[in-house]
T-cell receptor, first 116, second 116 residues
Framework: AQSVTQLGSHVSVSEGALVLLRCNYS??????LFWYVQYPNQGLQLLLK??????LVKGINGFEAEFKKSETSFHLTKPSAHMSDAAEYFC??????????????FGEGTQLTVNP | EAGVTQFPSHSVIEKGQTVTLRCDPI?????LYWYRRVMGKEIKFLLH????????ESGMPNNRFLAERTGGTYSTLKVQPAELEDSGVYFC??????????????FGEGSRLTVL
């Protein structure tokens, strides 16, 4: 079974500060890892993903995440927060197994607040 | 191109009543998914359609939930009779290929269900 743990349901940063949203996963098979973002009154949209290859992946709006197998982590970072980054962020895991390829397993989400 | 649309955006019903949620996927997307988020918890998988067939319905909580996708186009999710614990946000997503592997799920804004 797969699971995702997001540390911190609420994170608050100042504009221009580093954003770090933590995600740890559990998977018995090589995982595919994703970060989704949900802005107010919108659906979830894919921010970035790791499937294979380079462990540091870059996404939209200056976000990036690094897959660390030894730590079973996939933390999301952005060097300098912008007011428009305020949203809820979800980490998710899937696997390459065909039988479980129909579902994503999500974490509980982290609400990011950016203060002026 | 129109995105995934869901209707209604918010529904308030009393325990024991019936509610039907509708999802219109992006045109041409054979894969359609239903997810649910209860009380700010994690987003949980409910089921997956490939065209009109149920590929995976292992996430459906019980037989009070019925999902259909007639003709492989739009989908409905009926809850009958509704219970208090069914309250939450129901998300629909669609993809061209196995979205849970590629991460390329396109989500709707969700239908918020409140059962009183």
């Amino acid at each position: 079974a797969q699971s995702v743990t997001q540390l911190g349901s609420h994170v608050s940063v100042s504009e221009g500060a580093l954003v770090l949203l933590r995600c740890n996963y559990s998977s018995s098979v090589p995982p595919y890892l994703f970060w989704y973002v949900q802005y107010p009154n919108q659906g979830l949209q894919l921010l970035l993903k790791y499937t294979t290859g380079a462990t540091l992946v870059k996404g939209i709006n200056g976000f990036e995440a690094e897959f660390k197998k030894s730590e079973t982590s996939f933390h999301l970072t952005k060097p300098s927060a912008h007011m428009s980054d305020a949203a809820e962020y979800f980490c998710a895991v899937s696997s390459k197994k065909e039988t479980s390829g129909s579902r994503l397993t999500f974490g509980e989400g982290t609400q990011l607040t950016v203060n002026p | 191109e129109a995105g995934v649309t869901q209707f209604p955006s918010h529904s308030v019903i009393e325990k024991g009543q019936t509610v039907t949620l509708r999802c219109d996927p992006i045109s041409g997307h054979d894969n359609l998914y239903w997810y649910r988020r209860v009380m700010g918890k994690e987003i949980k998988f409910l089921l997956h359609f490939v065209k009109e067939s149920k590929q995976d319905e292992s996430g459906m909580p019980n037989n009070r939930f019925l999902a259909e996708r007639t003709g492989g186009t739009y989908s409905t999710l009926k809850v009958q009779p509704a219970e208090l614990e069914d309250s939450g946000v129901y998300f629909c997503a669609s993809s061209q290929r196995f979205g849970a592997i590629t991460g390329e799920l396109f989500f709707g804004e969700g239908s918020r269900l409140t059962v009183l």
